[in-house]
Each structure stands twice: as structure tokens, then as C-alpha cells.
């Protein structure tokens, strides 16, 4: 049997490759093509039996990837925007619940109150890793990024703890509204607090201790599961904990790690991160045909036209959500200081359309018991799991591929910045190329007139600025994209010369295979200098 799941994930992993590498080559995002491909896939027979497990989803899945997102994360874009994130992260999400819970009780018989809000809690929060990869691609302000990631980090917490509350209604079949909104206030407040107790502790043992780079990105994986378990024995808010602690060590990263740690973590996670996110949205199609059949013919029309409807009063309440916001900031701009004081109508548009679900709606949907404590099946279990699905679908690919098209319509420009992204990136070379030869200059006279290295460093910086000059002109970017082509070719042209010459060089018994592989590993780091050095974030 092992065997066997070892051979299907292996064939998933192969298709999930192949699935990407054509997204990037029609440019679409990866999500929404795995979900599609993931479709036919479930009629497989080989692929049949793969379920995914809701333990899996929050326990394995769900810690490192709200980490790796939260690393990623600008804490000087969530602090600027932290009003907007916040009220669309906690009020945004239960004002939904609400709507969709009201929604279901009068338009699907035998739906209760607490069924609704557990439906609500599950469908609510938009996902960060479906925006962050569709908006990867596209044009947009950098004010929208840092909203969306923001508020798809932070929306996760409130939306499971109405899911918890709700679970336990439906399950016992009592609520208490005092003590529930009691209990959700502490479980996000301690959520909070428990995820930046364990941060200290990762602080201080990556500070403090003598770690190696391999040491430290071991510690970075352990990391969110100690947050997330932790959080959760004390049944708080693993996501806050994991988001909370996640933000604090990202912020003193280049105070508790070493350069190689950055840089070897950096690809690590990546690789990693890339791998679930890869899994858990082809999982989202394959799962579908199976909740086809749950259904029967009879449940599937009804099923379908539920879902639909409730896709549709999801996605208005979020567009009515973004102007509503809009217009409280207007307002509220005229007593206190806001980030924007009138962010108009076209941002507002996109960030309403930008609500698409993913992981975490998954897991939620998918933790639901089959049995009450009683042994009856639980009920409405089957229309849940299918409501969720059809709207994780339906905004990942009607929404996905139409947000590019939208953003080109609307046109934001970028008012947080003045320069492009280009002059910025040259700016900020020029400066520090510009300190560091104040730096030799005022302090290092004598090491300049008789080291030839430090000479060497000094007409580099030098050669640096007078190409950065070119970049102040009126024509820059026309001229910079022309010399950046051609020192490109050219330095591919030398970079695939050397690398051949190691390669020659390592056939002879008088050289080590350690030199070579370290000149090598040189000539790949000096590539990518230059990618960051030129090409655009």
C-alpha cells in the first residue's frame, strides 16, 4: 500500500512540473491550471484512492507555508496598511460569515443557523498563496500586494476560530454568543502571544548559539511547527501564532542569521513551499469527482445551483466590503491621520476582485467529522464540502484569469513611489556604491595606495557609478534595456567559457574537484548578483 501512495505522489509530482512549466509558458498562474488539470486526473483509476486527510492540510501543510508567507511578508507595508488589513482580516470576515450564514439557512432546506456559520468560517478568508502567485505576473501597486498578502496572512485566524465556534455549536447543539465572543478574543490575542513567545526562543537560540547554515534552516522548519502545536495544545490560533512569530523573526533575519543561512534558505524554502502549494491545489481537482459521486445525480443540480448562488453573494459582499471601506476612510481621514486619505475607486475594484480561496478553506472543509458523537452522519456534510470546492473553482479560475485583464483596464498608477521600479533599484546601487568609496576614501588612504585588491574594490565601485550615471539621463531606460541586453549576452558568452574551462580543468589529476566546484559555485553566485543587480522586481 505504501508502495503504491509512494508511486501515485511521485506521478503527481511529475504532472505538477509539466502542469507549471506550460502556466509559465501561456502565463498563467500555476494555481489555477492545477486545479484544472487536477479535474480529469480524478476519473484516473490509477490516481483513484488519494485523499487528502485534514490532519495532513493543517498539521504538515498549512504551518510552513503561512511561515514562508509571512517571511515574505513586508513588515513596512503591513504596519503602513495595518488598518485595512486588519478590518478586512477580522471584521470583513465575520461580517461575511454572517451574510453567508443567514444566505444558506433560507435558501437550502434543513440548513441551520450553525451549519451556515461553519459553511461561513470555511468560505471566507481569500488565500495568500493564490493572489501572491497570480499578482507575481501582473503590473499593480505595491500598496495592493502588501494589502492582499497582508490580510490573506491575518483573515485565516478569525475565519477557523468561527469555524471552531460553530463545529462545537452544530456538534452540541448549543451556543452561547457572550462566551463565544469572549473566547475569540482570547484566542486570537494568545494565538498572538504564544507564536511571539516561541519566536523568542528561535531568537535566541539562532542568535546565541553556534549554528551553521544547515543547523539554522533545519530550525527554520522546526520553527512553525513549534508555533502552530504549541498554539494549538492550549486550543488558540496556531495560523496567529505561526503568522505573529513569523513577521517578528522575518523582520531580525539579518540579525540572527549569517549571509550563507539567508542565501541558502531562501532556495530551500522556495523548493519546499513551491512542492505543497503544488500538491494541495492538483488535491483540490482531484478531490472534486469524488464529491460528484457522494452527491448522487438527484443532490448534484440542487448542489450545484447552491453553490453558485452563494459564490456569487461571496464575492459581491466582498466588492461591497472594499467600497464600504473605502467610504469609512474618506470619512475617518477628516479626524485622524490615514495612509491614504482617498484611495478612490479603482483600487477598491481590484481588491474586491482579488478574493480568491484556497489551503486553508480546503482544510477547514475537509476537518469536518462524517460522524456526530452521537454516530449520526453529520449533517448537510457532503453540500459543504461541495459549496466549497465549486467557490475555491470558481474565484481561482474566473477570478484568476480575469484579474490581469482587469488590472490593465483600471490602470492604477503606483502613488506610494515616485521613481519606477527600475530608478528605484539604481538609486539605491548608486547610494551604496557611493558610501562605500567615502568609505575607503576617509578611512582607508594608506590601504589604497599600496593594496592592489583594495584598489582593485575601489575602480570596481567607481566603474559602477559611471554606468548608474546613465540611468539619471532622459532616454535611461530606453538606453539602460539596450546596454543590459548586450552585457548580458556578453557576460553569458564569458560565464559559459569559464565554466567549460573549469570543466577541462577538472580532468586533470593536479587540480582538486573541491577548487573547481567552489569556482563554479563563484561564477553562479556572480550570475545572479547580476539578475538582481538588473532585471525588475
Known sequence: MLHHVIIQCTCLLVVILFVVML???????????????????GFVPFLKGIEIQPDLIFVIFLPPLLYESAWNTSWKDFWKWRRVITSFAFLIVILTSCLIAFVSNSLIAGFTLPLGFLLGGIISPPDAVSASSILKNIKVPKRFIAIVEGESLMNDASSLVIFRFALA?????????????????????????????????????????????????????????AMYMAAEEFHFSGVLAVVSGGLFLSSQRHVILNYRSRLQGINVWETVAFVLNGFVFILIGLEFPVLIKALGPDGLKPAINYSLIITGVLILARLASTYGATIFTMFISRYITTADPNPGWKTPLLFG??????????????????????????????????????????????????????????????HDYIGSPEQQKQLVRKKLSKLALQILEDKYTDHLAGNDMVKAFKLRLSADMELL????????????????????????????????????????????DDIVKQQLDLLDLEE???????EVV
Do not use: C
Open 23 to 41: 502556466a509559465q509558458k501561456i502565463k498563467i498562474a500555476y494555481p489555477i491550471l492545477l486545479v484544472l488539470v487536477g479535474l480529469p486526473l
Open 169 to 225: 455549536a452544530v456538534i452540541t447543539g448549543k451556543f452561547a454568543f457572550g462566551q463565544a465572543a469572549l473566547s475569540f478574543v482570547l484566542v486570537i490575542v494568545m494565538g498572538i502571544v504564544i507564536g511571539l513567545a516561541v519566536a523568542l526562543v528561535f531568537y535566541a537560540i539562532h542568535r546565541w548559539l553556534p549554528t551553521t547554515a544547515n543547523i539554522d534552516i533545519i530550525l527554520t522548519f522546526v520553527t512553525p511547527y
Open 353 to 414: 476582485w482579488a478574493g480568491m480561496r484556497g489551503v486553508v478553506s480546503l482544510a477547514a472543509a475537509l476537518s469536518i467529522p462524517e460522524l456526530l458523537p452521537s454516530g449520526a452522519a453529520f449533517p448537510q456534510r457532503n453540500l459543504i464540502l461541495f459549496i466549497t470546492f465549486v467557490v475555491i473553482m470558481f474565484t481561482l479560475v474566473v477570478q484568476g484569469l480575469t484579474l490581469p485583464i482587469l488590472v490593465k483596464l483600471v490602470n492604477v498608477p503606483d
Open 469 to 512: 550615471k546613465d540611468w539619471e539621463q532622459d532616454n535611461s531606460e530606453q538606453r539602460a534595456d539596450s546596454f543590459y541586453h548586450d552585457y548580458r549576452m556578453i557576460l553569458n558568452d564569458v560565464m559559459n567559457q569559464q565554466r567549460a574551462l573549469l570543466q577541462t580543468l577538472n580532468k586533470k589529476e593536479n587540480i582538486s
Open 528 to 534: 545572479e548578483k547580476f539578475r538582481q543587480h538588473f
